[in-house]
DNA sequence: TTGCAATATATAAGAAGCTTATATATAAAA
DNA sequence: TTTTATATATAAGCTTCTTATATATTGCAA
């Protein structure tokens, strides 16, 4: 499992990006998914998640619609034509991020002091 | 440029790297080194590293000597035993993070509805 | 010789992002 | 009947980072 302090940073982007391959989805099917997808390995938390989307709906980036599934009620999430545009460059700068990181914990060797 | 939110987490692995490769570095260097192995991506203010390195040598995984070039202080970062471990550990959390981040970004083709 | 950029360390105030705890409610399985 | 899974949500608090500020030396340019 991954702590915490790691995170930080890069929920908005999992989320945006999940909506934009997945389609509409709601809170706990989100988790869910992101659970499977990285192999248990990032678990979200309640407390994160629904600020996080609430945010992005104030933001105009989701919309939302409510739906009725045994008894229970789903909140779905749906990328706006905004949130369309958010997404490509939240997954561009992680991109970027992640490969500066590349360049820093795994150096190509025979560039500073091999 | 990177925004501020993303590289939440990842300031003390990086840190810790550093000294692993490089050696006993002063405050001052690992700004420059880090900004010049990310190609400027990357760009660590002052407020943030040292606190962080204080921090790290109040839990000894660093400890530091000071020395005097051209009338300016210089402070050396040096890994301790324990911190040799931390750096293991850390960039074992950081690869596998950053793997289960590339399954969620960059998802494999004809998996879940291709 | 004055001023600016680079070098070098450091702290305080505040914002942002997350964890933990808590609350509510239904359905299915044990 | 009690636990597990499903489903959403907020409040309190911690950690991490940004921004602003302070101090001081060296070297270069104007």
Redesign the interface.
């Known amino acids: 499992m991954?702590?915490?302090?790691?995170?930080?940073?890069?929920l908005?982007?999992?989320v945006l990006?999940?909506l934009k391959?997945?389609g509409p989805m709601h809170g706990y099917a989100i988790t869910r998914k992101?659970e499977e997808?990285?192999?248990g390995?990032?678990k979200l938390t309640y407390g994160a998640l629904y600020p996080v989307l609430h945010k992005l709906e104030s933001e105009g980036v989701l919309v939302t619609t409510s739906e009725n599934f045994n008894n229970r009620t789903r909140i779905y999430y749906t990328l706006t034509p905004k949130g369309d545009k958010v997404v490509i460059e939240k997954?561009r700068?992680?991109?970027?991020?992640?490969e500066?990181?590349?360049?820093?914990?795994n150096?190509k060797p025979g560039l500073?002091?091999a």
């Not at 702590?3 to 940073?9: D, Q, Y």
């Not at 700068?93 to 992640?98: D, G, K, L, P």
């Not at 500066?100 to 914990?105: C, D, F, K, P, R």
Request: glycine fraction near 8%.
């Open positions: 991954i702590s915490g302090e790691i995170i930080k940073g890069s908005k982007t999992i990006k999940l391959e997945e992101v997808l990285s192999g390995n990032i997954i700068e992680m991109t970027e991020f992640i500066s990181l590349q360049s820093i914990i150096p500073s002091h």
